[in-house]
Structure formats: C-alpha cells, structure tokens
C-alpha cells in the first residue's frame, strides 16, 4: 500500500510539471526573450473592448499612444485617470490613450462609467501579463504606462504612478 500512495505523488508531479509547461508557452507567447528597448517598433495586439469588440492598436498608428495597464482596485491607478482624460482632451487628434484593464470586464465597464473614462479601454487576458512583461514590467506591479510615437516605436515607459509634468515631458519627447 506504501508503493500506491508513492504513485500518487509522482502523477501529481506529472501533472503538475505538464501544467507548468502549458502555462509557459501561454506566458511565452506575447513575451520576447527580453523587454523591448527604448526606439524598437511596439508589439501590436488585439483584445476586447469593454463592449466586447475587437480592438486592434494598429488604429492608432499617425498619433502618440500612450498605454496604461491598470484595474479599478488600484488607488495609483484611479488617481491617473482625469489627468489622462485631461490631456486627451487637450492633446486631441495627436494623442490617445488606451487603458489595459486586469479586471472583470463588467466591472470595468461600470467602473468606467462611474469615473467617466473617456478614452478606449480594453480587457486583458491571463498571457498580458506577459505583454506587460514584453514592455519592460518584469514586476507585474500597476499601475504601468507605456509611450509609444506616432510612427509606432516605444518612446518610454514608467512603472508605477506617472505625474502630469513627467508624462507631459514624455509626450513632448514622442513629438520630437
């Protein structure tokens, strides 16, 4: 009976081996070996907006983008958002912004109007946490806020709260 309960664990750790494989190769997939430098071409993605339509990056080629991985439990986060609808509305046709939410998506959605967001939000996946990774957030941490130009190559990126006068400086830096 000892030799049975031995075989159990080892198709435990059989199993749980071969999950952590699969789980990999979903990390894996957005992720490059290494994050993307400061003047390399962005990663491009597709997700779903909070209406649950496709939103794809791409659209945004001509302006700045600047891309805001957040959720709604995050006071830094929240304490982002009318500075972010601010400038987006000062910086109108040059700029945009997009918030990747780490959140349910009703959740969002009702946040969103709660707060008045007015720029695009999209719902991540369990692999974007490997997109932020690719980005350069080895931490997972939020909030987390990538600039890229209007010609698509990532200018900067901060970790953690961004402060008007640092993005304002960023945005100015993706203008040159």
């Known amino acids: 009976m000892k030799w049975l309960g031995q075989i159990g664990i080892l198709v435990?750790?059989?199993?749980?081996?071969?999950?952590g494989l699969y789980a990999g190769r979903l990390w894996s997939q957005w992720a490059p070996p290494s994050a993307?430098?400061?003047?390399?071409?962005?990663?491009?993605?597709?997700m779903p907006d909070v209406a649950e339509k496709p939103l794809?990056?791409?659209?945004?080629r001509g302006r700045t983008l600047v891309i805001?991985?957040?959720?709604?439990?995050?006071?830094?986060?929240?304490?982002e958002i009318p500075m972010f609808n601010r400038i987006r509305d000062e910086y109108a046709g040059r700029v945009e912004f997009l918030?990747?939410?780490l959140d349910d998506p009703q959740?969002?959605?009702?946040?969103?109007?709660?707060?008045?967001?007015?720029?695009?939000?999209?719902?991540?996946?369990?692999?974007d946490y490997a997109l932020m990774r690719a980005y350069g957030n080895e931490r997972d941490a939020l909030p987390f806020t990538v600039i890229v130009d209007a010609q698509g190559r990532l200018v900067a990126r901060r970790l953690g709260e961004i402060r008007e006068a640092e993005l304002r400086g960023m945005l100015d830096q993706a203008d040159g």
Request: charged share 15%; proline share 7%; aromatic share 12%.
């Open 107 to 127: 959740v969002v959605k009702d946040f969103a109007q709660e707060h008045g967001i007015r720029y695009p939000l999209v719902m991540a996946a369990m692999g």
């Open 12 to 19: 435990v750790a059989i199993a749980a081996g071969a999950a």
């Open 56 to 60: 794809d990056t791409r659209q945004f």
């Open 36 to 46: 993307l430098q400061i003047g390399a071409p962005m990663i491009d993605f597709v």
């Open 99 to 101: 918030g990747v939410s």
């Open 68 to 79: 805001n991985f957040w959720a709604p439990w995050c006071e830094p986060c929240i304490r």
